[in-house]
């Protein structure tokens, strides 16, 4: 016995590493979900129907704040996006990224992008909120003063020899030829 008995729905949990998208913002997604279900479009009076509804639920999704983390929360959540337009992503399109992204970062794809966000997260809140310590600021200060740093290379046919310079360049030739130099 398979545990489900027909006619039932069987509830299918969501990959929780991947935080489902929230925003404030009024999302077209919920204001007019009926936009992005292009499989309940009727092709029988225009065949051409439901390729103009899915250009018209990707046009809704271009301008959305959350697109980018919808479209990683579809792609981590395939049994519960098996259709519909989600981040401007058709069925199609989502099985092709899912397949390119098992391909480069392996089957837990989903937990390495999750590991990644939560860094990102990270150090933009320790950017916002940790300044550099006083301690820090020295030792930035103290390593650009200790950094050995060499003067620009004369460049005859740009600036003229000064007599600083040239002194510079007796001095070297001096020591150069005393067997002396470094």
Request: glycine content about 4%.
């Amino acid at each position: 016995m398979s545990g489900s008995r027909p006619g039932t729905a069987t509830l299918v949990a969501a990959d929780t590493r991947l935080r489902f998208p929230v925003s404030d913002q009024p999302l077209a997604c919920r204001t007019e979900p009926r936009v992005f279900a292009i499989e309940d479009v009727s092709t029988t009076d225009d065949p051409r129907a439901r390729e103009k509804a899915t250009a018209q639920a990707k046009q809704a999704c271009s301008g959305c704040p959350v697109a980018a983390e919808c479209l990683k929360w579809a792609l981590a959540n395939p049994d519960l996006t098996p259709t519909g337009v989600w981040a401007a992503t058709t069925k199609r399109e989502r099985k092709r990224l899912r397949k390119q992204l098992v391909a480069r970062l392996g089957d837990d794809w989903p937990g390495v992008v999750a590991e990644q966000d939560r860094r990102r997260r990270e150090q933009q809140r320790a950017a916002r909120t940790a300044p550099p310590t006083v301690r820090d600021q020295a030792l930035a200060r103290l390593e650009l003063e200790l950094v050995p740093t060499r003067p620009e290379p004369y460049n005859p046919w740009s600036q003229p020899i000064t007599p600083q310079q040239a002194a510079a360049n007796r001095r070297v030739l001096e020591r150069a030829l005393t067997g002396k130099a470094a």
